[in-house]
């Protein structure tokens, strides 16, 4: 089946500096993938959509100039997070939808869970 | 727009006994339905579907659902709960056709007390 890995699964890091985070696509190519947040004990919250070749769409709310979010590749995106602060401590999961496969799938990364101190 | 209500922030059940987990949605569209699974400091990991094929679908791990379009719900259920199945599952939405625009549930956390 199509799996997705995050890169790394955990990350400390100290407030003000910048973190980047992986998003795989393994066994299959991947021409929209998705990055979303979860606070503990809540729901995914979407934060954007990559498109691989352009630019990211933005959810409402959401500071594109933070999360910087790169679609180089059919298999890769990365999210950024610029001059972290403890509020952006959070699980950061990513999915990915495969190219002209079952359609409406998502198969999500198994989140990266980043802290901030 | 579409919309998912779990019923259920939490629920307990006995290991060995029957599993239910409620959900209702509202959508403008013929809706693809999931339900996903997380463990703790996981990722989500699919259950089921449902994308307008039988109204009963049966999924990973003993799971099933049952689409009922008159009472918009998408209830999951397993005859026979383990230790295993502790973790919070999600209900979700998509419009049919589209990959994008999925709508979560808020999440049932499911204790399995033995």
């Known amino acids: 089946g199509a799996v997705v890995s995050q890169h790394p699964s955990r990350v400390i890091c100290k407030s003000g500096t910048s973190v980047k985070i992986e998003c795989r696509s393994l066994?299959?190519?991947?021409?929209?993938m998705f990055w979303y947040r979860q606070f503990p004990k809540q729901s995914l919250m979407l934060m954007a959509t990559?498109?691989?070749?352009?630019?990211?769409?933005?959810e409402q709310g959401v500071e594109k100039d933070k999360f910087l979010i790169n679609h180089a590749s059919l298999t890769l995106s990365t999210l950024t997070v610029t001059s972290a602060h403890p509020e952006d401590s959070s699980f950061y999961i990513c999915?990915?939808?495969?190219?002209?496969?079952?359609?409406?799938?998502?198969?999500f990364g198994p989140g990266t869970r980043l802290t901030v101190t | 727009a579409q919309s998912v209500t779990q019923l259920d922030s939490h629920v307990s059940v006995s290991e060995g006994t029957p599993v239910l987990l409620r959900c209702n949605y509202s959508?403008?569209?013929?809706?693809?339905l999931f339900w996903y699974v997380q463990h703790p400091n996981k990722g989500l990991q699919l259950l089921l579907k449902y994308t307008s094929a039988a109204t009963l679908v049966k999924g990973i791990n003993g799971f099933e659902a049952e689409f009922k379009k008159s009472e918009t719900s998408f209830h999951l259920t397993k005859p026979s709960a383990h230790m295993s199945d502790a973790a919070e599952y999600f209900c979700v939405v998509i419009p049919s056709g589209s990959a994008r625009q999925l709508t979560f549930g808020s999440g049932t956390q499911l204790t399995v007390l033995p």
């Open positions: 959508s403008s569209y013929s809706p693809s």
């Open positions: 066994d299959f190519q991947a021409t929209t």
């Open positions: 990559s498109n691989e070749g352009s630019k990211a769409t933005y």
């Open positions: 999915s990915a939808v495969t190219s002209g496969g079952a359609g409406d799938e998502q198969y």
